[in-house]
């Protein structure tokens, strides 16, 4: 508040010795310059009388000549000081204009309501250091799931377009530098309630500056970042970041499942975020034909994302052919060919006629589009991988129906939801790769026929006094409550549900077995129809239908129930 003041003072500091030397010495001249009464006696005004009229003249209010008719040099006078004070007034409102709209001021007064705001804040929020694609839509998703969120970017563009967003929870939002620990501060990382800090931005070594400020700012606080290249990330994890993302990773070893395990890469991808209507990868069909077969590959576009792919399925296939624009640039191996992949003379030359998948991997969407169709017109039943650096552009990808389909900023966005909002999903997706073949088959078909073919949604319990009292007191009365009970009752069947992971004391349990009993502490992950209501949420808060499902409580009328069960507790 302070430098808001000391800032209207400075701005206003000539304006305001204008109005008050004019009428400072309107005043003055208005004592000195004497009157007549209707006597015919000579008179002066009071330093209080010529200022009160001083003051509506000033002001253009105009309550006439008091106490008495001026004279000719009174009214002279006042003439002279009418003109002066307009003049002044307008001098001053220019300036006040001004002032209001000088982006010193305007960033002043937003810096200090954002602090207001962040002091406000009595719930848990997470930090967004930066607002492009990825911001927008992780901010989105945290929202949607009542979590507030506060933004700093630096681009005004950026942050304005947030009061155009319609957000169940508005972010409080600040146009700032994310590398200053003085900003992370403002934005409450020191605040009890700050939840973490997720560093988005395009430029790696900036959200490693925002990384390392957090960490010098609170030690405790968890620091996700995206790092895109390897040294950058090296250095991000070496004093301590909790969690780095490196999407064309993330998207190699997806594609590698694809081509290897296509149920695995379905089972993975129904958890990957349930919280957006969006997709991290469209796969044209679920079927056999539809995923990529290991003969040959060609990359069309040797940077991070086919470095990465290239080396991801190397051992996997058959044959991969390289298409650079500067191969010894790019480092690329020994046999690439020079071009962009967007002509049908390079693509002929690497084989396009006997390959089984092509992959448009440029940092350009028109030139990947370009590869995509120019591939199909040679082989249409080709099977095309292609990234999408805008998002904007993604409907076109769409239309050029290209089967699978890199985005970037969504690839990142699914990884940190989830990584927030559901921990255990993100241990189930990790273990998963350890299940054998059968038992991935035999999984993915239950979850299918138990949701009827559409896409499954998971559910955590925890098994404490404070998620879920009523069991916890069955468990602690000396009750078996068994994964297998919980899951699933014959009285209940649209309320079936399937264990995917158990977490007891740190160690986590793929697929638990239905007769392992529960224990206080332990953490469930479920999946289930969608839209549905499962039946641990059914049982969680609720004695009388645990009354008659787990203890097998005939009794109908709830006051027999209550009865039969303190004659047992007595017995």
């Given at each position: ?71 000719d ?20 409102i ?44 992780i901010n ?6 009542g ?19 319609d ?22 990382i ?76 379905q089972?993975q ?68 060919i ?32 370009s ?32 089967h ?47 949701s ?89 808060h ?15 009328i ?14």
């Open positions: 508040m302070a430098n808001i003041f000391f800032l209207v003072l400075r701005r206003m500091r000539v304006p305001l010795i204008l109005l008050i030397i004019v009428y400072s010495v309107a005043t003055i001249g208005m004592t000195l310059i004497p009157g007549v009464t209707p006597e015919g006696e000579t008179w002066r005004m009071s330093y209080f009388h010529a200022f009160y009229f001083v003051s509506y003249m000033g002001t253009t209010i105009g309550f006439g000549e008091i106490p008495y008719e001026f004279t040099m009174q009214r002279s006078w006042v003439l002279m000081c009418i003109y002066t004070s307009v003049i002044a007034w307008l001098y001053g220019g300036s006040v204009l001004r002032l209001v709209q000088d982006e010193t001021f305007l960033r002043a007064v937003s810096r200090r309501v954002f602090q207001r705001n962040i002091k406000r804040l009595d719930s848990d929020f997470y930090i967004i250091c930066g607002y492009g694609e990825t911001g927008e839509m989105r998703g945290l929202c949607n799931l979590i507030q969120t506060v933004v700093i970017d630096q681009d005004a563009e950026r942050i304005s377009s947030l009061e155009l967003g957000f169940l929870i508005p972010p409080i939002s600040l146009i700032a530098d994310i590398t200053n620990p003085s900003n992370l501060v403002d934005a409450g020191n605040n009890p309630h700050c939840c973490g800090v997720i560093a988005l931005t395009n430029q790696d070594h900036t959200n490693l500056q925002a990384a390392v400020a957090s960490k010098l700012a609170n030690e405790s606080v968890r620091v996700i970042c995206r790092s895109e290249i390897e040294d950058e990330a090296k250095n991000m994890a070496s004093f301590g970041t909790n969690l780095i993302i490196n999407p064309y990773l993330i998207f190699a070893q997806r594609l590698k499942l694809l081509t290897s395990s296509q149920q695995l890469h089972l991808g129904w958890f990957i975020n349930q919280y957006s209507d969006k997709q991290t990868h469209s796969l044209a069909d679920q079927d056999e034909t539809s995923a990529p077969k290991t003969g040959k590959w060609i990359i069309c576009g040797y940077g991070r994302l086919g470095k990465a792919i290239h080396k991801a399925i190397e051992e996997l296939v058959d044959d991969v052919t390289i298409i650079a624009s500067d191969p010894i640039a790019s480092r690329a191996p020994d046999g690439a020079v071009g962009r992949g967007t002509e049908a003379d390079t693509l002929l030359e690497a084989g396009i006629d006997s390959a089984d998948v092509i992959v448009a991997a440029t940092n350009d969407d028109a030139n990947n589009l590869i995509i169709m120019t591939a199909k017109q040679i082989k249409s039943d080709i099977f095309t991988v292609g990234r999408v650096s805008k998002e904007t552009n993604q409907i076109l990808f769409d239309r050029a129906n290209c699978y389909v890199m985005r970037r900023s969504l690839v990142v966005a699914n990884e940190v939801l989830t990584s927030i909002t559901r921990p255990l999903v993100t241990k189930f997706i990790k273990f998963s790769n350890s299940l054998t073949e059968d038992e991935t088959a035999e999984l993915a078909n239950r979850i299918q026929s138990l009827s073919h559409c896409e499954p949604v998971t559910w955590r319990m925890e098994l404490n006094t404070d998620s879920s009292p009523e069991l916890v007191n069955f468990i602690n009365s000396g009750t078996n409550i068994t994964i297998g009970k919980l899951c699933e009752n014959p009285k209940i069947p649209n309320s079936r549900c399937i264990p995917l992971l158990l977490l007891r004391n740190g160690v986590s349990q793929v697929l638990p077995s239905a007769d392992q009993l529960l224990m206080e502490g332990d953490d469930l992950l479920v999946c289930g129809p969608r839209g549905k209501v499962l039946l641990p949420q059914r049982l969680q609720n004695t009388e239908l645990l009354d008659s499902l787990i203890n097998n409580n005939t009794k109908h709830p006051l027999l129930r209550w009865l039969a069960r303190r004659k047992a507790k007595t017995d």
